[in-house]
């Protein structure tokens, strides 16, 4: 079945960068869209960033800017580059993708912004 493994999370002060990887697995078919979602302690899960395969980007306007969405079709991977990281980015981050009317998450990677 698809999966979809983050890593690049940690703790990191305020000013500093991060690079989050996305790569997915159980599947030879390439996602229509993958994105970056986060979700901060009693708070919904929200958009951060989100690429077609058309290469269409959208970003949420708190990152604009700041962070930097790619993705690699040939390994299925998508990435968010992270910098000049602010406290309020503090979150969890959850990779999505989707085809079709399939979609799935992944499992989250904690990010920590101190000040």
């Known amino acids: 079945q698809v999966k979809l493994v983050e890593s690049g999370g940690g703790l990191v002060q305020a000013g500093g960068s991060l690079r989050l990887s996305c790569a997915a697995s159980g599947t030879i078919f390439r996602f229509n869209t993958m994105a970056w979602y986060r979700q901060a302690p009693g708070k919904q899960r929200d958009l951060v960033a989100d690429?077609?395969?058309?290469?269409?980007?959208n970003y949420a306007d708190s990152v604009k800017g700041r962070f930097t969405i790619s993705r690699d079709n040939a390994k299925n991977t998508v990435y968010l580059q992270m910098n000049s990281l602010k406290p309020e980015d503090t979150a969890v981050y959850y990779c999505?993708?989707?085809?079709?009317?399939?979609?799935?998450w992944g499992q989250g990677t904690q990010v920590t912004v101190s000040s």
């Open positions: 690429i077609t395969t058309g290469d269409s980007i």
């Open positions: 999505y993708a989707s085809r079709l009317s399939s979609f799935y």
